[in-house]
């Protein structure tokens, strides 16, 4: 049995805005095991940039956790003093953002922004600070490193500022690396150097990730298991090719016959219908029922709980229920008549 | 599909460049739209008296043909905005020639020239004019040209495009930030349709909207080519998009195009180093695929584009980089059956 590092048990978050509450994660929960990928995939406003930073504790004004669990190791992180969060965040969880141009500070040479980190969160002092930063930028495949320390970011190019980014989270060696769409404001062989590293760092230091994309070919190449999320709530989670090759939700199998699988796919893409959801206005029902092709009424009425599917599959899709019940009534059936039969007999 | 074989005579184009007589210069009448060495070079200030020559589009050609698609890719800082706004006279060329359904449109009046091709860009956001309703902003471009003469043929044809575009004529009086992404998209799609235009550049149209929405847009832009016989230069970074919509598709580096060929011959025979390792970068969105396929991943970032390499700007980057890459600039030639490459050792 694999150790479960971080458990969220029905995070809620929501944003206290002038018009109304936002429910941008809507009780959802998943565990991440001990050196394992996890990705996290959906469109924007589906919650799972709120997710990460409901984790980490960093959210901005006016969010508000507003109920739910993060076990990390066992402990709620959601219930410790605001000092102790302090002092997990960084050192056994870190995070990476999405655009590595302003998630790093102008008027700081990069070297003293990964001196910090490592200055508030390990025992090390005087040069051996620095010493740790040039092993950190080396580390991240960065050349030169004893003169990278003295630049400032804007001397740095933009995949190289992702780079000194994960320098940073992985100052002190967490337990698990989070990252924000780590690739989304880089170029295509940028972002294909910064997931392999990201892949090779994985596998060198052990840690588990999470990385939050909108990108199937990003969660494709990178992950062991994948969360689908649609306005706040999770869809459907398992390995990566139970989502890809047995999608058992209808907004993972709709979003997967919308985009082009291959560079030879000229198949007509299936688009799906309607626009995204108000999160003002969640419905009762599943989020997605306006816009799916097999909504039923029970669909537009309550919320479907998530079922297995087998091993670590789940989905939340009353489509599911309706066949297992078909299938359960069937066999039930079948074992009537047979029965039936040995009685005549 | 618009599989119709254009061939443009190179020889006849590279004369046209060393000595552009425009006089005796046919351009192919299969092809809608011809660019011969097209180059924007910008002046930067890099101190108080010193400017430099920013190439960003230099010594471009290629063609279209009837209802084709043309596919244009490359990194940001490619110059393939620059070459489709260059297009449209956004921008004045520096140098090149561009002949329009057979008529040579770099000294032509613009107002004439926009009345055939329309572009539609990246940003639905800020494309749109905030203060106008959606009835000013599609029958902006048919006021302009003066097509109709009453107040009600125009607002019909508004309507019309509208159901076009799938929207709804009870929004025509709305303002653009009551719609969504996606429904802004199709307001700007609708514009530019607004004048029956023959060919439209679309830059980065999609990649602004969420997956579920771009399907929907690149599906309509499908439906549009096949109903009005509209021909695109369909620019974007996202190579699976952009393979998915062209019939053929050319490669950007540092303002060069490095290789150009039909869709099926550039995505199983790629012949740049530039575009192996950019198809092999990008992420496919099947794991089977992904855990067998063997990334080429490029070192290092990409040159400024003020301190291009000299020779092939490819180069610095380059595995099979040699002398000769520093010394001259490899040719643009043609390696059979339209395949399009320049570089000196592949």
Same mark, same amino acid.
């Given at each position: 049995? /694999?150790?479960?590092?971080?458990?969220?048990?029905?995070?809620?978050? +929501? =944003?206290? /805005?002038?018009?109304?509450?936002?429910?941008?994660?809507?009780?959802? +929960? =998943?565990?991440?095991?001990?050196?394992?990928v996890l990705g996290i995939v959906g469109e924007s406003g589906s919650g799972k940039s709120v997710t990460a930073y409901s984790i980490m504790q960093i959210l901005s004004f006016p969010g508000k956790i507003t109920g739910g669990e993060v076990f990390f190791k066992g402990v709620d992180l959601l219930k410790l003093p605001a000092k102790k969060v302090r002092e997990f965040r960084g050192e056994q969880i870190s995070i990476i953002f999405q655009d590595p141009m302003t998630s790093l500070n102008p008027v700081y040479t990069i070297g003293n922004q990964i001196d910090e980190a490592i200055r508030l969160h390990t025992s090390r002092t005087g040069s051996a600070i620095r010493e740790r930063s040039i092993d950190l930028?080396?580390?991240?495949?960065?050349?030169?490193?004893?003169r990278r320390v003295k630049q400032y970011p804007h001397e740095l190019s933009g995949g190289m500022r992702q780079r000194v980014m994960i320098a940073m989270a992985l100052a002190c060696e967490p337990d698990i690396l989070i990252a924000d769409e780590p690739t989304t404001a880089l170029d295509v062989t940028i972002q294909a150097q910064i997931l392999e590293l990201i892949a090779e760092l994985q596998a060198q230091l052990g840690m588990?990730?999470?990385?939050?994309?909108?990108?199937?070919?990003?969660?494709?190449?990178?992950?062991?298991?994948?969360?689908?999320?649609?306005?706040?709530s999770i869809c459907e989670r398992g390995s990566t090719d139970d989502i890809f090759y047995s999608p058992k939700h209808e907004y993972t199998k709709n979003l997967l016959r919308s985009i082009p699988k291959t560079r030879k796919s000229k198949e007509r893409l299936v688009p799906i219908a309607g626009n995204p959801i108000d999160l003002l206005n969640l419905p009762d029902g599943c989020a997605f029922a306006p816009r799916c092709r097999e909504c039923m009424e029970i669909c537009l009425e309550q919320h479907p709980d998530e079922l297995p599917i087998g091993g670590t599959h789940y989905a939340s899709c009353w489509v599911n229920v309706r066949e297992q019940v078909t299938h359960e009534r069937e066999s039930f059936a079948d074992d009537e008549i047979l029965e039936q039969g040995g009685d005549q007999v | 599909m618009t599989e119709q074989v254009k061939i443009v005579d190179h020889?006849?184009?590279?004369?046209?460049?060393?000595?552009?007589?425009?006089?005796?210069?046919?351009p192919d009448p299969d092809n809608i739209l011809e660019v011969h060495n097209l180059s924007k070079h910008f002046d930067i200030k890099t101190g108080l008296f010193k400017t430099l020559p920013l190439k960003a589009v230099d010594d471009v050609s290629f063609f279209i043909g009837h209802k084709e698609t043309l596919g244009l890719v490359g990194e940001s800082g490619c110059g393939k905005t620059t070459v489709g706004r260059t297009l449209l006279r956004l921008y004045e060329p520096t140098a090149g020639d561009v002949y329009f359904d057979g008529e040579l449109i770099t000294e032509k009046n613009v107002r004439s020239l926009r009345r055939n091709m329309q572009m539609v860009f990246q940003d639905p956001y800020s494309s749109l004019n905030p203060r106008m309703t959606v009835e000013d902003i599609i029958g902006e471009s048919l006021s302009i040209h003066h097509i109709f003469k009453t107040k009600e043929e125009r607002r019909e044809r508004i309507y019309e495009l509208m159901r076009l575009v799938g929207l709804n004529k009870e929004h025509a009086t709305r303002y653009s930030?009551?719609?969504?992404?996606?429904?802004?998209?199709?307001?700007?799609?609708?514009?530019?349709?607004?004048?029956?235009?023959?060919?439209?550049?679309?830059?980065e149209s999609v990649s602004a909207l969420d997956v579920s929405i771009q399907a929907q847009i690149l599906n309509m832009f499908k439906d549009?080519?096949?109903?009005?016989?509209?021909?695109?230069?369909?620019?974007?970074?996202?190579?699976?998009?952009?393979?998915?919509?062209?019939?053929?598709?050319?490669?950007?580096?540092?303002?060069?195009?490095?290789?150009?060929?039909?869709?099926?011959?550039i995505n199983d025979n790629p012949i740049h180093p530039y575009t192996q390792s950019l198809f092999s970068a990008v992420p496919i969105p099947d794991p089977i695929t992904a855990r067998k396929s063997h990334r080429i991943v490029l070192e290092g970032d990409v040159p400024s584009p003020l301190h291009v390499p000299s020779g092939c700007a490819f180069r610095t980057?380059?595995?099979?980089?040699?002398?000769?890459?520093?010394?001259?600039?490899?040719?643009?030639?043609?390696?059979?059956?339209?395949?399009?490459?320049?570089?000196w050792n592949r």
């Open positions: 049995m /694999t150790e479960k590092l971080l458990q969220v048990k029905n995070l809620r978050t +929501s =944003f206290f /805005t002038d018009a109304g509450e936002v429910c941008a994660v809507n009780g959802i +929960s =998943f565990d991440l095991e001990k050196g394992k930028i080396r580390l991240v495949g960065i050349n030169d490193p004893e588990a990730v999470i990385i939050i994309t909108h990108d199937l070919g990003v969660i494709a190449n990178m992950c062991d298991e994948i969360i689908v999320m649609y306005a706040g | 020889e006849v184009s590279a004369d046209a460049s060393v000595n552009p007589d425009t006089n005796t210069y046919q930030h009551e719609f969504s992404g996606g429904q802004r998209q199709r307001i700007g799609i609708a514009r530019a349709l607004a004048i029956n235009p023959k060919f439209i550049v679309c830059d549009l080519q096949e109903k009005f016989n509209l021909s695109y230069l369909f620019i974007a970074h996202d190579i699976l998009v952009v393979t998915y919509m062209s019939d053929r598709v050319a490669v950007m580096y540092l303002g060069k195009i490095v290789e150009l060929a039909k869709t099926n011959e980057r380059c595995q099979y980089a040699t002398e000769q890459c520093a010394l001259e600039t490899p040719p643009f030639e043609d390696r059979g059956d339209e395949h399009y490459v320049a570089c």
